[in-house]
């Protein structure tokens, strides 16, 4: 049996990194922009004994606006860019669907499931991190305690301004 892990789970754009414009996508590494202190948040939460797992929407995939392969660009810099600085990302699950054509696609809880293949989830201790409702009843609907970043989101059990202040939250307990 294996043991059971903490994670965070963090949803990526408006979480991690700046959000394209509302309608667009980030669809190359140029455009990809971490937000202030998230470096320092996914190395806390590293040190913390926290499993950190990407899980994220990506439907400029199915809109055919970039391919998979663009998006691999942009994580394996995002996770070179946090390796220089002594943090690192676990894991990283995409739906890459349409909305309706999927049960991956946040607020379904596929991509929490196949993070589970890889990492024997203790719900009792993980958290999903969101800026978004799809976010938090993702979390919610997958039973674990969920915390909203940058926009009050009434359903989220915590809310706070960016992704560092959250992680102090969730080591310290």
Same mark, same amino acid.
């Given at each position: 049996?294996?043991?059971?892990?903490?994670?965070?789970? /963090?949803?990526?754009?408006?979480?991690?990194?700046?959000?394209? #414009?509302?309608g667009d996508y980030i669809k190359s590494w140029?455009?990809?922009?971490?937000?202030?202190?998230?470096?320092?948040?996914?190395?806390? /939460?590293?040190?913390?004994?926290? $499993?950190? *797992?990407?899980?994220?929407?990506? $439907?400029? *995939?199915?809109?055919?606006? =970039?391919? =998979?392969?663009?998006? %691999? !660009? *942009? %994580?394996?810099? =995002?996770?070179? !860019? /946090?390796?220089?600085?002594?943090? %690192?990302?676990?894991?990283?699950?995409?739906? #890459?669907?349409?909305?309706?054509?999927? %049960?991956?696609?946040? +607020?379904? *809880?596929?991509?929490?499931?196949?993070?589970?293949?890889?990492? +024997?989830?203790?719900?009792?201790?993980?958290? =999903? !991190?969101?800026?978004?409702?799809?976010?938090?009843?993702?979390?919610?609907?997958?039973?674990?305690?969920?915390?909203?970043?940058?926009? #009050?989101? #009434?359903?989220?059990?915590?809310?706070? +301004?960016?992704? /560092?202040?959250?992680?102090?939250?969730?080591?310290?307990?």
């Open positions: 049996m294996n043991k059971r892990v903490k994670v965070v789970f /963090l949803d990526r754009d408006g979480v991690i990194n700046a959000k394209a #414009p509302e140029k455009e990809f922009h971490f937000l202030p202190g998230v470096i320092n948040a996914i190395r806390l /939460l590293n040190d913390n004994n926290y $499993r950190a *797992i990407i899980i994220t929407n990506q $439907r400029g *995939i199915a809109r055919h606006l =970039m391919t =998979m392969q663009d998006l %691999h !660009v *942009i %994580h394996s810099s =995002m996770e070179d !860019v /946090l390796q220089r600085y002594g943090a %690192h990302i676990d894991g990283i699950y995409v739906c #890459p669907h349409e909305k309706g054509t999927c %049960h991956c696609r946040k +607020p379904d *809880i596929g991509l929490f499931l196949q993070a589970e293949q890889e990492f +024997p989830v203790d719900k009792s201790k993980s958290w =999903m !991190v969101g800026d978004s409702e799809s976010d938090i009843e993702a979390g919610r609907n997958y039973g674990i305690r969920t915390i909203a970043v940058a926009n #009050p989101i #009434p359903l989220a059990d915590e809310q706070f +301004p960016n992704l /560092l202040s959250a992680a102090y939250f969730i080591v310290n307990g």
